[in-house]
């Protein structure tokens, strides 16, 4: 068996492009339109864990206060710098963020102190101390041992995305897939997926 990662943007990409493959992880919105394309198996999309947007500091560094929207606002407006996935990437988190950003009013004040970064650079920028605070989703940001979750997003404005797999239509191991789906809802299966920050 070979599993491989990427982005929600790029692995859908790869899809696209007709990389072959038995079964793909990935957003919702990504399997839907797959789907519709029919490049992936009709019905076969079931949604197996969300997750949502996280605040990331260096280890060991004082968490900002994000109890709240307005919280959250002192302490973007207060931050050094900030970082989160490049949005031209194809990230949930990148687009959130950004997106949140503009909606809370304080995105020409953020600008000058946002990098967006591939996922490499961002993790290393934050554990570095060359960026303040990061953002990305919870689950990648609990598998990162450089940096710490400072916290969720405040629930009114958090964001989740939802992870479904979807069969590859002319997959040769469909059958398998299956059974792969049935293992991902498996009381076993979902004790580690919340361990790893999913919900």
Do not use: C, H, W
Not at 37 to 43: H, K
Not at 106 to 112: G, R, Y
Not at 154 to 163: A, D, H, L, V
């Amino acid at each position: 068996m070979t599993v491989s990662y990427g982005t929600a943007g790029a692995v859908a990409d790869r899809i696209q492009k007709g990389e072959a493959a038995d079964i793909m992880i990935n957003s919702v919105p990504m399997i839907d339109r797959l789907q519709a394309q029919g490049q992936i198996v009709a019905g076969s999309r079931v949604i197996v864990a969300k997750v949502g947007v996280g605040v990331f500091v260096r280890k060991g560094a004082v968490k900002p206060d994000i109890s709240s929207t307005d919280a959250f606002k002192r302490a973007m407006l207060a931050a050094r710098s900030i970082a989160y996935p490049d949005p031209a990437g194809g990230g949930a988190s990148g687009i959130y963020v950004a997106s949140l950003l503009e909606r809370l009013g304080i995105a020409a004040e953020m600008k000058p102190k946002t990098r967006l970064s591939t996922l490499e650079a961002l993790y290393a920028s934050v554990a570095s101390g060359d960026v303040e605070i990061g953002f990305n989703q919870i689950s990648e940001i609990l598998a990162q041992p450089t940096i710490e979750l400072a916290g969720p997003l405040p629930p009114e404005i958090q964001n989740y995305t939802q992870f479904a797999p979807g069969i590859v239509t002319g997959s040769s191991q469909a059958d398998a897939g299956r059974a792969l789906v049935t293992f991902l809802y498996s009381p076993a299966a979902q004790a580690v997926l919340k361990a790893k920050g999913f919900e």
